[in-house]
C-alpha cells in the first residue's frame, strides 16, 4: 500500500509539472500567433481526447511526459510530409527567430516559476524544521555502518563541516556539504581535533531509505523507567539515573551498555543519582547482559525557522535555484568520476522521492523539486530536448542564418537516441536497485 501511495503521488506530480510544461509552450505559440495541432499529457495510446478550436487536447495512457505539437516545427512526431510543404505564416518556422526562442523557452520558465512559487508557499506556511547542532557538536554521535567506514568513532562530537559552523544536524551530510570539492568533517575526538575527508561518491549514500540509521545516530542521556518482572528486589527507582558503573563515569545509554556487556555474569558496583542524592550499590549482571531494569533514553527537541511572507520570497527562491546547482554540480562530478552514473535514477527511483503516506507539504516540496530539476534537464543542449532547439535558435540569431530542415530532422533523431539511452540506463539502475546489485 505504501508503494501504491508513492506512485500515486509520481504521477500525480508529472501529470501537474508536465502540463504546465506543455501549456507554456502552447500558450507563447498561440500567443504568437502559431497553430498549435495538439496538446496532450501523457504519450499514445491516447486514452481520450477533445478538440477545442484548432487544437486537440487529450490524455495518452502512458505518463512519463507529454506534448505540444505546433505547426511547422521539426519536434518528435517527425512529420517530414508536413515539413516538405511551403511555410505557411501561421507556422512556427514562419515566426522570427526571437518569438521561436521565447516557445521554446517557455516550458522550461513555467516549471522554475512553478518550482520557486511551490518553495515560497512552503517556506511561508511551514517554515525549516531541523535538528539542533548542539547534539552532534556537544553530546557527540554513535557511527553506523557508513559513519564507521569513512573514520567516525563512538562519541566523535562534529565541530565544524568544511571549517565553518553550522546550524544543523542536517548540514552534515547535505548535498551542499556532499558536493564541496574537498570537503570534509571536523570532529572532536576526547579532546583532539581530528578532520575526516568525505570521500567521493558519499552522496550515492543518500539513496538508500535507511541512511540515516547507518549514518550514526545521536548518543542519548538515559534514565530507570521500571523494574523487571519479579526483580523488586533491586535498588532502583523510576527516575533514578545510572552515574558510575565501576571506575567509569556513565553519561549516555551506549556508554551503560557497553560497560554491563563487558561484565555479563559477574557483579558490579554502581552510582545511582537519585533526585539530590547519589547512592552506591551493587549490581549483578545477568548472562544476556541485562540487570532486570527498563530504561528509556532522552528525546531530542527539534528546531525550526519561520519567515514572515516577505523574508520567505528570497530564501524560498534561493532554495528553489539550489535545487538546481546541486543537480548540475551532481552531473558535473558524474563526467568527472567522483560519482558514479550509477547514482542515475530513472520514475522507480524518483518514487522513493516521495513520502510512503500522503502528506500534502512533503508532496509539494519534492514536487518542486522535480518541477526544478525538469527545467534544467530541458535545458541541457540535446537535440529532442527545448535546450537544442534553443542552441539552434541562437546559432540563427547569432549568424543570421537558420539550419536546414535535413540538419534539424537529423538532429532531432540524434537526440531521442540520446533520451531513448538514457533513459534505458536509468531503468535498468532502478531495476538492479530493486534486486540490490
Known amino acids: 500500500m505504501e508503494t501504491v501511495v508513492q506512485i500515486a503521488q509520481l504521477l500525480l506530480a508529472l501529470s501537474i509539472l508536465v502540463g504546465i510544461h506543455e501549456a507554456g509552450h502552447m500558450l507563447t505559440a498561440k500567443m504568437f500567433g502559431m497553430k498549435v495541432e495538439k496538446f496532450f499529457i501523457g504519450f499514445p495510446p491516447t486514452i481520450f481526447s477533445f ?10 495512457a502512458i505518463p512519463l511526459g507529454g506534448f505540444v505539437k505546433i505547426s511547422g516545427m521539426v519536434d518528435e512526431s517527425m512529420d517530414k510530409e508536413a515539413m516538405a510543404k511551403p511555410p505557411q505564416p501561421w507556422e512556427f518556422r514562419s515566426k522570427p527567430a526571437w518569438q521561436r526562442l ?63 559552523d553550522y546550524r544543523r544536524v542536517e548540514d552534515i551530510y547535505s548535498g551542499k556539504t556532499l558536493l564541496t570539492d574537498g570537503a570534509y568533517w571536523t570532529v572532536d575526538r576526547n579532546g583532539s581535533v581530528v578532520d575526516i575527508p568525505i570521500p567521493n561518491g558519499f552522496i550515492e549514500t543518500l539513496e538508500n531509505p535507511d541512511f540515516q540509521q547507518r549514518f550514526f545516530d545521536i548518543r542519548r542521556e538515559f534514565e530507570v523507567t521500571q ?61 544476556d547482559s541485562t540487570v532486570g531494569i527498563v530504561v528509556s533514553v532522552y528525546g531530542i527537541d527539534g528546531d525550526s525557522d519561520e519567515y514572515s511572507f516577505g523574508e520567505a520570497i528570497p530564501v524560498g527562491t534561493a532554495k ?33 522521492y516521495f513520502p510512503k503516506t500522503w502528506d500534502w507539504n512533503a508532496f509539494w516540496r519534492t514536487t518542486a523539486m522535480i518541477s526544478m530539476i525538469l527545467a534544467f534537464m530541458n535545458l541541457l543542449p540535446i537535440p529532442a530536448l527545448d ?33 531513448l539511452l538514457l533513459m534505458v540506463f536509468a531503468f535498468g539502475n532502478d531495476i538492479l536497485k530493486l534486486f540490490g546489485i
Do not use: C, W
Open 387 to 419: 535546450g537544442g532547439h534553443v542552441v539552434f535558435l541562437l546559432f540563427e540569431m547569432i549568424s543570421g542564418k537558420a539550419p536546414s530542415v535535413k540538419f534539424l530532422e537529423a538532429a532531432q533523431v540524434v537526440g531521442m537516441v540520446i533520451l
Open 227 to 287: 523494574l523487571g518482572e519479579g526483580m523488586e528486589s533491586l535498588p532502583f527507582q523510576p527516575k533514578d539515573r545510572i552515574v558510575k558503573i565501576g571506575d567509569q563515569e556513565v553519561k549516555y545509554y551506549d556508554q551503560y551498555q557497553s560497560i554491563v556487556a563487558a561484565n555479563a555474569g559477574g557483579s558490579v558496583p554502581m552510582v545511582i543519582k537519585r533526585g539530590d542524592s547519589e547512592l552506591d550499590v551493587n549490581v549483578d549482571v545477568r548472562s
Open 102 to 164: 521565447i516557445v521554446m523557452l517557455g516550458g522550461i520558465f513555467v516549471n522554475v516559476v512553478a518550482g520557486v512559487i511551490a518553495m515560497i508557499i512552503l517556506t511561508y506556511n511551514v517554515g525549516d524544521e531541523f535538528t539542533p547542532s548542539k547534539y552532534t557538536k556537544e553530546i557527540g554521535i554513535l557511527p553506523g555502518e557508513y559513519g564507521l567506514e569513512v573514520g567516525f568513532e563512538k562519541g566523535d562530537k562534529i565541530v565544524k563541516i568544511n571549517g565553518e
Open 51 to 60: 478538440k477545442k478550436g484548432e487544437t486537440e487536447y487529450g490524455l495518452g
Open 320 to 352: 528553489a535555484f539550489n535545487m538546481v546547482i546541486l543537480n548540475a554540480k551532481a552531473i558535473g562530478k558524474m563526467f568527472t568520476g567522483d560519482i558514479s552514473p550509477r547514482s542515475m535514477s530513472g520514475p522507480i527511483g524518483i518514487v522513493n
